[in-house]
């Protein structure tokens, strides 16, 4: 079964965003930024790329959306960044709505619309599991009689961490979390045209059966100064160094690495 990931870099869609903006110009503006652009790009760097790389079920494709207007330098750091992930493709188009453009990638990226996929979403600063891909495939298999009764199924795994980056490292904390981007799949069947961005994460309980697993850290959701949802208000958190032990289980599970994010982030 074909499985799909879709990753949204700094593309200026129209709607899309928590952070309200006058006109596309301005959107444009602000998400080209030079300081936010380099915050995105280390965060892509150690957290976002990473895992995938990892994959132990490499079978899946993933498409990275980029805007057309997209300086070419950043376009060419972006290309280097996932030279050697061979299942990215980076695809790039003009400001159009949100919802509606990510539809159409997702089914213009089946290979066989006739034939089952799975789909999931992959922020640009947020890692999940080594085995996500693995189990995700796993998961539904192991469902085989609810996902011969429906269209669409979700999986959710709710356990992870929330982290921030920087010089020092990673600081981090334990996070429960259903239905968020990062350890949410989708299960769709042949000939149907919904697509996992049919559907605001949290609500996906809403309109489909779903499966929770929570035996396992499955994601990693950072925190930083460009944060979309932080800038609503979003809660606090407490956040601590993570010490020998949880570096270990970050680098095993996420391939998410102390040294390298201290050596990123410490860049000019």
């Known amino acids: 079964m074909q499985v799909i990931g879709l990753c949204r870099f700094s593309y200026p869609a129209l709607g899309g965003f928590q952070i309200e903006h006058d006109s596309i110009d301005e959107r444009i503006t602000f998400l080209y930024g030079e300081k936010r652009l380099e915050e995105r790009f280390r965060l892509m760097e150690t957290i976002a790329l990473p895992c995938l790389r990892q994959q132990t079920d490499p079978d899946f494709d993933l498409i990275i959306v980029i805007g057309d207007s997209l300086p070419p330098h950043h376009v060419t750091r972006l290309?280097?960044?996932?030279a050697d992930i061979p299942q990215?493709?980076?695809?790039a188009e003009p400001p159009r709505k949100h919802r509606q453009v990510m539809k159409e990638i997702l089914n213009a990226a089946r290979k066989d619309p006739k034939a089952p996929c799975l789909q999931f979403r992959h922020d640009d600063d947020d890692a999940v599991s080594v085995d996500f891909v693995e189990r995700l495939r796993q998961t539904i298999n192991d469902?085989?009689?609810?996902?011969?009764?429906?269209?669409?199924?979700a999986v959710d795994f709710n356990q992870g961490y929330v982290a921030q980056l920087g010089p020092e490292g990673?600081?981090?904390?334990?996070l429960h979390r259903p239905y968020n981007v990062a350890g949410l799949g989708m299960y769709v069947r042949g000939n149907c045209p919904l697509s996992i961005m049919n559907f605001a994460h949290e609500k996906i309980p809403r309109f489909m059966p779903t499966v929770t697993i929570g035996d396992a850290p499955?994601?990693?959701?950072s925190h930083s100064a460009f944060n979309d949802s932080r800038h609503k208000g979003a809660k606090a958190i407490d956040l601590t160094p993570i010490d020998a032990n949880l570096a270990a289980e970050f680098e095993a599970?996420?391939?998410?690495?102390?040294?390298?994010?201290r050596r990123v982030f410490s860049r000019p």
Do not use: N, P, Y
């Open 79 to 82: 290309r280097d960044l996932c």
């Open 88 to 91: 990215i493709t980076i695809h």
């Open 143 to 153: 469902c085989a009689g609810l996902v011969a009764r429906t269209k669409t199924m």
């Open 170 to 174: 990673i600081t981090a904390s334990e």
């Open 218 to 221: 499955m994601f990693v959701r």
């Open 253 to 261: 599970r996420f391939a998410l690495r102390q040294d390298h994010v």
